[in-house]
Every structure is written in C-alpha cells, then in structure tokens.
C-alpha cells in the first residue's frame, strides 16, 4: 500500500545518478538551477581559496588554508574547504564558497547513492566523472560570476596508488601528477611543490610539503590565509591511503605549522629531510 504523503518516483527503483533523480523530480533543489537576480554582484560572495595536493608511495595529502573573502574584506578566517567524498576520496573547493559547499554535499550524497543501488564502490574515475558532470551542470551560475572549481583526489583501489584530478568551469577533466594546485594562490603554492615534492616523501613529509605551499601562497597570496599563530587556526589536512581518508587533528597540524613557520626564518624550505650531501664540505 503506497503513502501518500511520499511521492510514487521515491519508492521506485530508478537511476544510480542521485543528481539525475534530483533533476527530475525536484530540479529545484540543485544548486546550477537557481539565477542571479537582476542588479546583484557575484564578486561579493564570499570566495574560498587555496587548495593542494600531493602524493607519497602508497597515498596522498589534500590541504586547505581556511581563509574566505569578499572582495577586499576576509569573510571568514575559518572556512573549510577540504571534505571527505566517501571513504577513499577527497574533494577541496575554490570559488565561490556557498555554492561549492552545496556542490560538495550533492557530491557526497551522488557518491552514497550509488553505493546504496549498486552495491559496490564506484570507481575512482567513475567518482571523477560524476564531479565533472556537476560542475558541468553549474556553466550558466558559472558564467554569472559564481564559478567554482574543485579539486578531487583519491586512493584508487586498483592500481594501488594515490591519484588527483582537476577541472575548469565547464566541467573538463584532468588527471595531475605528483602534485596540484588550485585558487588564487596556486600560482605561488604550484612554485613550492615544484622545488619540495620528491617521488620518495613519507606520508609525514608530504603534509609538511602541503602547508609548506600554503605558507608561501599566503605570503603572496592576500585571499589565502595563513597559519594564524594567535587564534590557533591551522589548514584542514586529509591524508588518503589503502585504510582510508584521515583527518590530522588540529593540535597535530598545529605543531607541524609552529615547525614551519618557526624553520622559515633559518632556511626557505623548512623543516623537511636534510638534502642529500647536506653537511658535506665542498
């Protein structure tokens, strides 16, 4: 005997694509379906920057500075920007931050769905396809002025390797090697990794090499917060490997940051492993 307070689609076995049965059944709860009004100014909307990644052998480190600005004025000093997809994945946001949250949630619950349906795991390439297929839904928010740009990354289960992945607005795909950037401050961050990321960096290392590129982007970078000593906020850091997504606790990823910041004002990478040859009289 059907409800008749639940509509019949919802007790239907349908699509595995949650954003497929959104669109049709109730398209106006997502995200890319709503419009500007006439007169109003996007850049005003607060704007979340500036997101990392890199990898180390069995895994990789995703990390996010925490500052959101409006225009010239820091909306907030403790924004999150790096989320869990599901248990394997990760996905950072940049852009405007209210609708990339949004996104993110539908993200996760695209993910579940699938889950629920098909009884197993989709993909890591599966997962990076259905990211793109909702960035590319949001082109015409994106053409407003409200753009936002994801950076997604995983554990993929069957080669065993940490991988990462970027978009543009329309939803176009690109894996990444070894490290990526994205936001106001990548430019700055991406010169970081070039000079500290090695193919051989424990999963310990990696994470200093992430905030390592998220002090130097904020140091050039005015939209991207640093660590901020005094009110103790630090980067969101997400480790991914074979046992699953992490997140370092914030007195961990304090001490680490206290590291770095105080290594800066001896040597301009920090504290990392001592170079090869270090120490040897030339």
Not at 68 to 74: C, Q, S
Not at 96 to 103: R, Y
Not at 157 to 169: A, E, K, N
Not at 238 to 252: K, M, N, P, S
Request: negative net charge; aromatic residues 6%; proline residues 5%.
């Amino acid at each position: 005997m059907s409800d008749a307070r639940i509509p019949g689609a919802f007790l239907r076995p349908g699509t595995s694509s949650f954003s497929d049965f959104l669109a049709e059944n109730a398209p106006d709860l997502l995200p890319a379906r709503r419009s500007l009004p006439a007169g109003s100014a996007a850049e005003l909307a607060p704007h979340g920057t500036t997101i990392v990644a890199a990898t180390f052998p069995g895994g990789l480190v995703m990390a996010g500075d925490r500052r959101a600005t409006m225009g010239n004025v820091i909306a907030q000093r403790d924004i999150q920007k790096v989320f869990p997809a599901d248990e394997y994945s990760v996905v950072g946001i940049a852009g405007t931050a209210g609708l990339a949250v949004e996104m993110v949630r539908l993200f996760q619950v695209e993910l579940e769905h699938y889950e629920k349906i098909e009884g197993s795991i989709l993909s890591l390439d599966g997962k990076a396809n259905r990211l793109s297929a909702l960035i590319r839904a949001n082109l015409g928010m994106a053409m407003q002025g409200l753009a936002v740009v994801p950076m997604f990354a995983g554990f993929d289960l069957d080669s065993g390797v940490g991988r990462i992945f970027g978009y543009d607005v329309t939803g176009g795909r690109h894996e990444e090697a070894s490290f990526f950037t994205v936001g106001s401050g990548s430019l700055f961050a991406r010169g970081a990794l070039k000079k500290l990321w090695r193919e051989d960096l424990s999963a310990d290392d990696a994470v200093r090499v992430c905030l390592q590129a998220l002090y130097d982007a904020a140091d050039d970078d005015s939209a991207t917060g640093g660590p901020d000593l005094t009110r103790r906020i630090f980067p969101i850091v997400w480790v991914v490997t074979a046992d699953g997504a992490v997140q370092l606790d914030e007195a961990a990823i304090g001490g680490l940051a206290d590291q770095v910041v105080g290594a800066r004002m001896a040597r301009p990478d920090g504290p990392l492993a001592p170079l090869p040859g270090a120490g040897e009289e030339i």
